[in-house]
């Protein structure tokens, strides 16, 4: 007598799509997309009052932040991680940086701990998974 195994595979998958994507194609956040676009400008004011003093004393004395982008979790709307990227140059070359960092938090509460930093913390503040900073994050990619 022969017997039949059947296997079954279940797959889960996380549909992850561009947080400031996802704002725009939703009608009713137009709060939370002012709010993005907020700590998108805060958080690049820190950095360039930053930069002279930490990131651009290397190699790069010319370190400009670009676009800082962050992954929804669609369904359970939570970040799930953030890449800030950033050029950089000095009188002979450039480069492109793309700092990613996790999240794993929802997006209400990772904005609101952002938007309620003042502009000399909201780098340096512990924000991240194992009590990390964005800081912490920048100073070892860049």
Known sequence: MKSIVLIMFICSSVLAVDYDSYL????????????FDF???????SFNDLCGDTYCEGDYDQIIPQDLACELDAETKMITSCSW?????????????NCRFEVSQSASTFFRKLEASDLESILT??????????NDVLLNCL
Request: without cysteine.
């Open 24 to 35: 725009k194609s939703q009608a009713n956040m137009t709060y939370e997309k002012s709010q």
């Open 39 to 45: 700590i998108k400008e805060k958080l690049k004011r």
């Open 125 to 134: 503040k512990n924000v991240l998974p194992q009590k990390k900073s964005i």
């Open 85 to 97: 990227s950033f050029d950089a140059s000095n009188d002979e070359t450039s480069m492109f940086y």
